[in-house]
């Protein structure tokens, strides 16, 4: 698996990221950096897909608590989609799908969000 | 204490209604802490101040909220403070006069903010904190009111951060448990994947993938030994690729994992040769072993956090010793998939390339295989056969049921030769082997049959053994290199035989009779003619004309033929003992036998076609023959030749022959 990228597209008002490897500290700040910004500029609403993310690590996790409690302040939200059977797993047990969704395709997470 | 005037009590009162607000509303320390701190600066009317969370684990002070802001990230308090502040634990302390204990950072701060009153956040005997004001507005002096109020709100801000650490030690233990949960549950992931993916390829890379996220760290690789390779392969990686060098099995560090039969995690304090090589400096390895036997490693670097890379500890060992065992019991179990699959495979193709037809039958008698050899003898669908039982596929064989309720009575082997096998057609000939189908125990459960289409076979065998004996139809049956039924060219020997005077003997015999004797005469003369492995060329008349060479080649052909001529001339004189006795005319039998070069092959036409030996020996052989008179043979110059040393011959005069200008030699047996 390849260093961790992402890329960023508008969806109406939902800004979506799309990631590709290891969702750890290093993705994790990048992922949050992309979402403060956009928070700063007005955004509320994050889709993350995590389709090219097989991996995800607890300073990963962390990082996505600190973005929802962010969110959480300008009443935003934050949520997920084509997540690999492991990132499900992880993210429902350390507790992040409480405060944040989880959506099966973009079509559905978009759908779920609006 | 000096009284505050009414418009100073309301202020204060104020104040504390204020303070109730903040800490109802509140739902976090830091909103808290911020609340109160602008609370308390302006309740006693002071510009600058501070906040400070002691963290017992780190021995460190951190700002939860500042009047200022450049305030430095954390502050280690010097020991001399500690002791000082558990003194004060129920009061506050005046920075004047008693600056001997503030050094350091926390000096460093103090003098800068011109920090007058230091207020420690403790309960019960727990330091959580200090509250730090500065000046009081226009350099008044604080006044006895205003450290009482200082104290009140420091207790309330005690007791609302000891709620606020409750909180954030009780999040800190879910976490905690989260995390461990999802060792428990990546260790049954892989548990269940130990009976559910069959893919060692596919399974390294889901446990190596497991391992790396729960152990928080960087990267990862496992490594598999290689059979006469000291090199470890890199079965599956993550993070790892490109930058990985090729490693050793007698590194150091993974003899030592294997003579410990225990992992290893490296520091910044190891100076190991495998830290070098992979200019890594915090390493965790553990074995990937069965029954001791250590199959390779997974191998794991930097542990991250959020503040950076730090050293594995045990705790990571025992955790990532777990995975492997884990996965060392799933990658075993698929490895041994793997090998049976190819070994069912192997054996599939084995059975499938032979020509005998395997039938399994389970113990309840229902065929639960058949090999492609068993479907083309038995001319059916594969499906009409399995799950059949084999007293409806065989109901027309009784032989064949016989069999196997044989082989099941008496538990075991027993096979039959060239039996008919109607289940096919009336035409189908088998051999068929029945046999116990065994488990690993030995037990029994069920029953093998092994069956042989010889229905071709039969066919040459009748057709030929009409020609040549029967081990000769054997032999070429066995042997096709040697039969060549095309036209070629070979040294042969021939002898013919024909009994004198039978035409005119025949005249006086009724037709039956003259079929009786000539049945008789020729069963006689061709079991000799067997005996010594001649090939009966034609039965012409009375006439027999065999070859000795022909389709097989013998080193004795010449002799054997002499040989089957004398043995005939014998079995005549007893036959006529008998035809005597029987009151019937005595029969005269003349051979010749010529040894030469023919042409030798199927020869006839596209629907009759015979196996036959032409040229000139064939007809030397047979005037020969001829000139043979009862009870006498007589053989060439190259029979004789070839046989002188091992019979007795008389040299006759030689004879014109027909077709040849010279006279031939030629010699008498002497028997």
Known sequence: ?114 | MEQPGTEQLEYYLSSLDELGEILIDAQKAQSVGAGILRLTLGTVMASKGAIFLYNKKTDRLSFLSSSSKESPSSITPPKPLIRELIKHRHGHILIEGQKRWITGGLKKYTNKEKIKIITPLFHKNSLLGLLCIGPKFMNEIYSKIDIKILEIISNHLTKALYNYQLIDDVEEKKTELNLKLLELETLFDISVAISSVLDIDQLAEDVLWRSVGILNASRGVILLKKEGSPILDPSSNFNWDESLPLLSSKLGIFQDINENKKGKYLTDEDKSSIQKKLNEKNLIIAPIAVKEKTQGYMMLCNKETRSGVQPFNGLDLDLLTALCNQAAVAMENAKLFKEITKEKQFNESILGSIATGVITIDPLGEIDSINSAGIKILKKEKEEIVGNHYMYLFEKDEDVLELITMSEVEDKVISELNIPFKTVSEETVINISVAPRLDPEGQRQGTVLAIEDISDISKVKSTFKRYVSKQVVDELLDNDAKLNLGGEEREVSILFTDIRGFTSMAEKMTPETVVTTLNEYFSEMIDIVFKYNGTLDKIIGDELMIVYGAPLSAENDTERAVETAIEMQKRIKDLNKQRTNRKEPPIHVGAGINTGTVISGNIGSRDMMDYTVIGDTVNLGARLCSSAKPGEILVSRSVHKTTKLLFNYKKLEPIRVKGKEKKVDLFRVLY
Do not use: H
């Open chain 1, 1 to 114: 698996m390849a260093d961790f990228s992402l890329t960023t597209r508008n969806e109406g008002n939902i800004v979506i990221i799309e990631t590709s490897g290891y969702l750890n500290n290093v993705g994790g700040e990048q992922i949050a950096e992309v979402c403060y910004k956009e928070i700063d500029d007005g955004k509320t609403l994050f889709l993350l897909n995590l389709e090219q993310s097989k991996v995800v690590n607890s300073i990963g996790v962390s990082i996505l608590i600190e973005i929802i409690e962010k969110l959480q302040d300008v009443e935003g939200r934050l949520g997920y989609y084509n997540l690999a059977p492991i990132v499900e797993k992880t993210f429902n047990i350390m507790g992040l799908t409480k405060y944040s969704s989880v959506y099966q395709s973009e079509e559905e997470a978009l759908e779920g969000m609006s």
